[in-house]
């Protein structure tokens, strides 16, 4: 018999990509006008998350959120 021990996995907590209708949701705008805003830095960029997938982490939209509405740049 051998004694092994075994360390606790410890979980990473799955961070939310949010898809581009979640996006349109957010905002409120239009699929052009995402991608527009994007296109002019108004908007952070989408990561890929897949080969034909993109989305945008929850947390780099809700920082980008929070400094629209304190009036910082974005």
């Given amino acids: 018999q051998t ?4 360390s606790p996995a410890v ?3 799955i961070k939310p ?3 581009i209708g979640e996006i349109q949701r957010i905002t409120g705008k239009s699929r052009s006008t995402v991608y527009r805003w994007v296109s002019l830095h ?3 960029p989408p990561i890929n998350t897949g ?3 993109i989305g945008w982490p929850e947390e780099v939209i809700s920082e980008w959120r929070e ?4 009036g ?3």
Avoid at 67 to 70: A, D, E, F, P, R
Wanted: glycine share 0%.
């Fill in 3 to 6: 004694n092994q021990t075994c």
């Fill in 11 to 13: 979980a990473t907590p």
């Fill in 17 to 19: 990509i949010l898809s």
């Fill in 42 to 44: 108004l908007l952070p």
């Fill in 51 to 53: 080969p034909n997938s």
């Fill in 67 to 70: 400094n629209l509405i304190n």
């Fill in 72 to 74: 910082k740049e974005v």
